[in-house]
């Protein structure tokens, strides 16, 4: 297994596309996390899953925004309708609950740019 | 509210230690982490250290928390170029991570 993976790496959209990205975790890895990063900022929590289980979303995913996990192993995450504000890093990461310590490991991420 | 602090920058002369600060809110947090983020690249997981402890070295990395006052902080030893990047903490309670806003660690030759 090598880690967290994410496709595609980089995306330019126009405004108003949609547009898709894909994360394959950990492949023991339980849980699921979908984070996202602007310029000098701290990652920003936006949803989390345990096992397909959508549990929690942060209120920064708007309804423009949904977050698949069908069979509890690979996540999609869907801007609809992209907007200018949408470009940023999207990072995904994984853990799993059957260890002691929760620590996640993130993939290197995907780097959205609306034009 | 959830909230966690850094120092945006700091300089450092290779061969120095390093001591990047991080001040959290949630008490309640199980784990507290430092990771490590290189240009351009994903996050890094450094190290971490249980909130019933006080202190954890690794290797160059020693972790120090003060409980009562939600401080943090992550002292590098003999500090290397390699070392010059971002470092967040993060504070992790059930399964989700709040992350400061990052230290850029600049190591100078």
Not at chain 1, 56 to 71: C, G, I, N, T, V
Not at chain 2, 43 to 67: A, C, E, G, W
Request: hydrophobic letters at 30%; aromatic letters at 12%; proline letters at 2%.
């Amino acid at each position: 297994d090598t880690g967290v993976s994410q496709n595609p790496r980089h995306k330019i959209t126009k405004r108003g596309q949609n547009v898709t990205f894909r994360c394959d975790p950990i492949s023991e890895h339980n849980r699921l996390y979908w984070y996202r990063q602007t310029l000098g900022q701290g990652p920003e929590f936006l949803t989390y899953f345990q096992n397909e289980a959508q549990l929690e979303k942060s209120r920064l995913l708007s309804d423009r925004f949904s977050a698949e996990r069908p069979k509890g192993s690979f996540s999609t995450l869907e801007i609809q309708r992209t907007e200018q504000g949408d470009s940023a890093m999207y990072l995904c990461a994984s853990s799993s609950d059957r260890l002691m310590n929760t620590e996640a490991f993130f993939g290197q991420g995907t780097r959205l740019t609306v034009v | 509210g959830e909230d966690v602090e850094q120092s945006l920058f700091l300089s450092v002369r290779e061969g120095d230690s390093s001591v990047i600060n991080c001040t959290y809110t949630d008490s309640s947090s199980t784990y507290l982490y430092w990771y490590k983020q290189e240009p351009g690249a994903g996050l890094q997981l450094l190290t971490y250290i249980f909130s019933n402890m006080d202190m954890k070295q690794d290797q160059r990395l020693t972790v120090l928390l003060n409980k009562k006052d939600k401080h943090l902080s992550l002292r590098i030893a003999d500090t290397q170029t390699g070392d010059s990047a971002i470092y967040f903490c993060a504070e992790g309670g059930t399964y989700k991570y709040i992350f400061g806003t990052g230290t850029r660690l600049k190591v100078l030759a």
